[in-house]
């Protein structure tokens, strides 16, 4: 059974900092590609971030390059989202996501649950001051 798990969200002020994880269980990152959605209040969801583990590629969308990075560690079954110098517009349900196209999906607009294999219940931040 396939399960994607976050954590790590809360409330935070303007350029400060969140470290999400998401640990998931019943399936391999041979098979999958897996990276970080958002869905701020009355927006649809958005493609934030995205990893290959078998060459390590990854993708940031444009809105938090340079702030965000995307880690695994394989031992703990976890992947990290970092989040530095957070911005109000940052303001979101976060959601990690599972699917062998993912790379490409994170970048599309538009962007569905049908669209996507797996998806966690999300974690949100709040970035106020």
């Known amino acids: 059974q396939v399960q994607l798990v976050e954590s790590g969200g809360g409330v935070v002020r303007p350029g400060g900092s969140l470290r999400l994880s998401c640990a998931y269980s019943g399936f391999t990152l041979d098979d999958y590609y897996i990276g970080w959605f958002r869905q701020a209040p009355g927006k649809g969801r958005e493609g934030v971030s995205c990893l290959s583990d078998s060459d390590g590629r990854t993708y940031y969308a444009d809105s938090v390059k340079g702030r965000f990075t995307i880690s695994r560690d394989n031992a703990k079954n976890t992947v990290y989202l970092q989040m530095n110098n957070l911005k109000p517009e940052d303001t979101a349900i976060y959601y990690c996501?599972?699917?062998?196209?993912?790379?490409?999906?994170?970048?599309?607009?538009?962007?569905?649950?049908?669209?996507?294999?797996?998806w966690g219940k999300g974690t949100l931040v709040t970035v106020s001051s």
């Open positions: 996501a599972a699917d062998p196209y993912l790379l490409t999906t994170v970048q599309a607009v538009g962007v569905t649950t049908s669209n996507v294999d797996y």
